[in-house]
Nanobody, 126 residues
Framework: EVQVVESGGGLVQTGGSLRLSCAAS????????IGWFRQAPGKERESVSH??????????ADSVKGRFTISSDNAKDTVTVYLQMNSLKPEDTAVYYC?????????????????WGKGTLVTVSL
């Protein structure tokens, strides 16, 4: 079974930076899709950034394009996907969730993912 664990959330001031990490292990095959979603208080969960094992054409939502960068690093049994978040705004405050699937293409919708982490809180203060 694929396990997904997020880390790196915290409190940061407007304009600051944070890097989130997502460690995913247990893939049956050597290909994967991993992405980030976020859910702000009182709002629905939204798609943020996504990448696949082919690393072609990572996806970023318009709201984070130019500020967030997704990247990945493969170790023997674990894939770690990073979300570098720069120029943070108060509206970026949310619980950030990492999701994974055993498929080699970029996925952007919640229903396409099979495995989810518990989330990590990012709070951007004024």
């Amino acid at each position: 079974e694929v396990q997904v664990v997020e880390s790196g959330g915290g409190l940061v001031q407007t304009g600051g930076s944070l890097r989130l990490s997502c460690a995913a292990s247990g893939f049956t095959f050597d290909y994967w899709a991993i992405g980030w979603f976020r859910q702000a208080p009182g709002k629905e969960r939204e798609s943020v950034s996504h990448i696949s094992s082919s690393r072609n054409s990572p996806y970023h939502a318009d709201s984070v394009k130019g500020r967030f960068t997704i990247s990945s690093d493969n170790a023997k049994d674990t894939v770690t996907v990073y979300l570098q978040m720069n120029s943070l705004k108060p509206e970026d405050t949310a619980v950030y969730y990492c999701a994974a699937a055993n498929i080699d293409r970029v996925l952007t919708a919640e229903y396409e993912y099979d495995y989810w982490g518990k989330g990590t809180l990012v709070t951007v203060s004024l």
